[in-house]
C-alpha cells in the first residue's frame, strides 16, 4: 500500500499542525450532484476557517489519496454511485485491481490512522442493521474502528439501523464513547435516541486526554445535530419504515442498503433529510477542528 498524500497535508503533517480526515462515501453514494460537490468543498472550506489542513480520502485507480484535488472531488461527484464504494475489507481489492471510488467511515478511518491523522469527521456511523435477526448485516464501521486509534466525531449512527443494537455492538467489539455536551447518544437525523451515553465531555482539551490514552480501538465522539435542524423522531421514524419496506420488496442487499435507504428518505422528506445531514456534518467538522487544535497542543 502505497499512500499519495497531497503537499498540504504533508506539509502541515511535516509542521505538526491540525490535520482533518473527510470521508467520500458522502460524495458518491450520499448525495447527488452537485449537492455532493458543494458541500465536500464547504467542509473543507470549514475546516481551512478553523486553521485545519482537510484531508478528503479516496481510492483513485487503485493509489490511497490523502487530500484530494477540487477536480478529484468533483470527478468523483460527477461519477457518484458507477464508483466503489469501500470499506476497510476493500482495501487490498482496491489496490491490487487498480481500482476507483469513495472510502466509508471504515474505509477513511483506516487510511487516515496509516498517514498519521488523529482526527476524523463524518456523519453517521454504519452499525447494525434492523434486519441482522433474519440476515445478519453488521457495518465493517464498527469491526474497522474497533481496530483504529484515532479520534472520530459523529452525529451517532444512522439511524436507518438498530440503534440499540449498535450500541451494545460498540461495548462488544471495546469501542470507547463521548458524548458533545450530551449524555444520549444522538440518532442521526433527531437527538433524542432514548439511550444513555455513560460519558459526557464539554470541550476539545477533555476529548484530547482520552485520545492520548488509545492504543488499539477508536474514540467516538458524538456531537448531536443542530437543533434548528433537527427533524421530529415520529417523521424520521415513518421515513424509515418506509424505506426499510421498500428495500424489502426490492430485495436490496449488501452494500447497497445503506445508499438506497439514504436516498429513498431523501425523495420522500423533499430533500429535507439532505438538509440536516449537511448540517450535521457542518458542525461535526467544527467540532473536530477544535479536537484536533487540543491534540496538536498535546
Ligand atoms: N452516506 C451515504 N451512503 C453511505 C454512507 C454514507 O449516504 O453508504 C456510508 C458511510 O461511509 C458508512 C457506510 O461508513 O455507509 C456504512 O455502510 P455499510 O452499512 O454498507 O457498511
Ligand atoms: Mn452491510
Redesign the pocket.
Known amino acids: 500500500m502505497k499512500l499519495e498524500i497531497s503537499q498540504a497535508v504533508k506539509e502541515a503533517l511535516r509542521q505538526k499542525t491540525p490535520i482533518l480526515a473527510l470521508?467520500s462515501?458522502?460524495i458518491t453514494?450520499?448525495?447527488p450532484y452537485p449537492q455532493n460537490y458543494e458541500i465536500a468543498l464547504e467542509l473543507e472550506e470549514i475546516a481551512r476557517s478553523h486553521s485545519v489542513t482537510p484531508a478528503t480520502i479516496a481510492i483513485l485507480q487503485g493509489r490511497a489519496h490523502i487530500g484530494l484535488t477540487t477536480k478529484e472531488i468533483k470527478e468523483l461527484s460527477l461519477e457518484g454511485k458507477k464508483k466503489y464504494?469501500f470499506?476497510a475489507y476493500d482495501l487490498p481489492i482496491a489496490f491490487g485491481l487498480g481500482l476507483t471510488g469513495s472510502t466509508?467511515?471504515?474505509g477513511t478511518s483506516f487510511l487516515a490512522e496509516k498517514a498519521g491523522i488523529k482526527v476524523f469527521a463524518?456523519?453517521g456511523?454504519?452499525g447494525v442493521?434492523k434486519e441482522h435477526l433474519t440476515r445478519m448485516?453488521i457495518?465493517?464501521?464498527i469491526k474497522a474502528l474497533s481496530e483504529t486509534p484515532l479520534v472520530v466525531v459523529s452525529s451517532g449512527a444512522k439511524c436507518i439501523l438498530d440503534l440499540e443494537s449498535t450500541v451494545e455492538a460498540l461495548e462488544t467489539f471495546g469501542i470507547p464513547t463521548l458524548g458533545w455536551k450530551t449524555n444520549i447518544f444522538p440518532a442521526f437525523y433527531y437527538n433524542d435516541s432514548g439511550i444513555k451515553l455513560n460519558y459526557q465531555v464539554e470541550n476539545g482539551d477533555q476529548v484530547a486526554s482520552v485520545a492520548k490514552e488509545l492504543n488499539k480501538s477508536a474514540l467516538l465522539v458524538f456531537n448531536p445535530v443542530p437543533k434548528e435542524a433537527e427533524l421530529p423522531k415520529i417523521y424520521v421514524e415513518t421515513l424509515i419504515e418506509e424505506a426499510s419496506n421498500e428495500a424489502k420488496k426490492l430485495g436490496i442487499t449488501?452494500?447497497e442498503?445503506?445508499?438506497f435507504l439514504?436516498n429513498f428518505m431523501r425523495q420522500k422528506s423533499k430533500g429535507r433529510t439532505v438538509e440536516t445531514n449537511c448540517a450535521l456534518i457542518r458542525s461535526n467538522v467544527r467540532v473536530a477542528c477544535e479536537i484536533s487544535h487540543s491534540l496538536s497542543k498535546l
Open positions: 470521508e462515501t458522502i453514494h450520499g448525495l464504494k470499506s466509508t467511515v471504515a463524518t456523519g456511523l454504519g442493521h448485516d457495518s465493517n464501521d449488501g452494500k442498503v445503506t445508499p439514504l
